[in-house]
């Protein structure tokens, strides 16, 4: 054969074999595009579900609280106004239970479910400075149509039992998911009265904001999160 011919033989070849291989390219694309189609649409399905069947994130409540703190040097005056945000959860009777010093020296406090961005007003309804807890009610009866109360564990929790804390902490205004397990249960000095009262260690992340939301096991309520150690990693206490 002549070069030419040999030369064009070749060439032939060489456009097949990459022919063939756009072809394979194309199928192989097509396939991975109805893959992640079909990952998606399973994802959507599965997010579907969990909104339809509810889930103990839909009862952990946002708590906004302006402070008006006395001003004991001279009590004719206020100390400045100021604002913070915490976190609670619905309990039985459609109520609401959160940390006391959330609430600490409350001038207004406004709470605000997942599902909704509208505020709603609320009233202090108890106040356990000693165990730093606080139950609030809000008037408005629709705040809590969609919402389903937490069942409270009656046991307490076995070492290494994992949890999960919800709640709002800083960094972000949607629901925070943390996890850990519980490290010990014993007598802690509570930082909000100083008093000597069983608390659960815990290794899962709190943060400002995440004060008064619930600590869950098998989506029980087990715990309420009210303080971390500073200075110190993954030890929190509920």
């Given at each position: 054969y002549?070069?030419?011919?040999q030369q064009?033989?070749c060439?032939?070849?060489?456009?097949?074999?990459?022919?063939?291989?756009?072809?394979?390219a194309r199928?192989t694309?097509a396939?991975?595009?109805?893959?992640?189609?079909k990952?998606v649409f399973?994802?959507?399905a599965?997010m579907a579900?969990?909104?339809?069947?509810?889930?103990?994130?839909?009862s952990?409540?946002?708590?906004?609280?302006?402070?008006?703190s006395?001003?004991?040097?001279m009590?004719?005056?206020?100390?400045?106004?100021?604002?913070?945000t915490?976190?609670?959860?619905?309990?039985?009777?459609?109520r609401?239970?959160?940390?006391?010093?959330n609430i600490?020296d409350?001038?207004?406090?406004m709470?605000?479910?997942?599902?909704s961005?509208q505020?709603?007003?609320a009233?202090?309804?108890?106040?356990?400075?000693d165990?730093?807890?606080?139950?609030?009610?809000v008037d408005?009866?629709?705040?809590?149509?969609?919402?389903e109360?937490?069942?409270?564990?009656?046991?307490?929790?076995?070492?290494?039992?994992?949890?999960t804390?919800l709640?709002?902490?800083l960094?972000?205004?949607?629901?925070s998911f943390?996890?850990?397990?519980v490290?010990?249960?014993?007598?802690?000095?509570?930082?909000?009265?100083?008093e000597n009262?069983?608390?659960?260690?815990?290794s899962?992340?709190?943060?400002?904001g995440?004060?008064?939301?619930?600590?869950?096991?098998?989506?029980?309520l087990?715990g309420i999160?009210?303080e971390?150690?500073?200075?110190?990693?993954?030890?929190?206490?509920a």
């Open positions: 002549s070069l030419e011919f064009e033989q060439w032939q070849r060489t456009c097949s074999v990459i022919a063939s291989k756009r072809v394979i199928k694309k396939t991975k595009s109805l893959i992640m189609n990952a399973v994802s959507c599965v579900a969990t909104m339809a069947f509810g889930s103990p994130a839909d952990v409540i946002k708590i906004f609280t302006i402070h008006s006395p001003n004991y040097v009590p004719w005056l206020t100390q400045p106004v100021e604002e913070s915490g976190s609670g959860c619905v309990i039985k009777g459609k609401i239970l959160t940390n006391a010093h600490g409350h001038a207004f406090v709470v605000r479910k997942q599902s961005p505020k709603y007003p009233k202090v309804q108890v106040v356990g400075r165990c730093d807890l606080a139950i609030l009610t408005d009866a629709t705040f809590f149509d969609d919402l109360p937490l069942e409270i564990m009656n046991d307490l929790p076995a070492l290494h039992e994992k949890v804390v709640g709002y902490p960094g972000g205004d949607t629901i943390t996890e850990g397990v490290s010990r249960i014993e007598m802690q000095t509570y930082s909000h009265s100083y009262l069983l608390a659960m260690q815990i899962a992340a709190i943060n400002p995440n004060s008064g939301g619930p600590v869950l096991i098998d989506d029980k087990s999160a009210f971390c150690m500073e200075n110190a990693q993954n030890i929190a206490y």
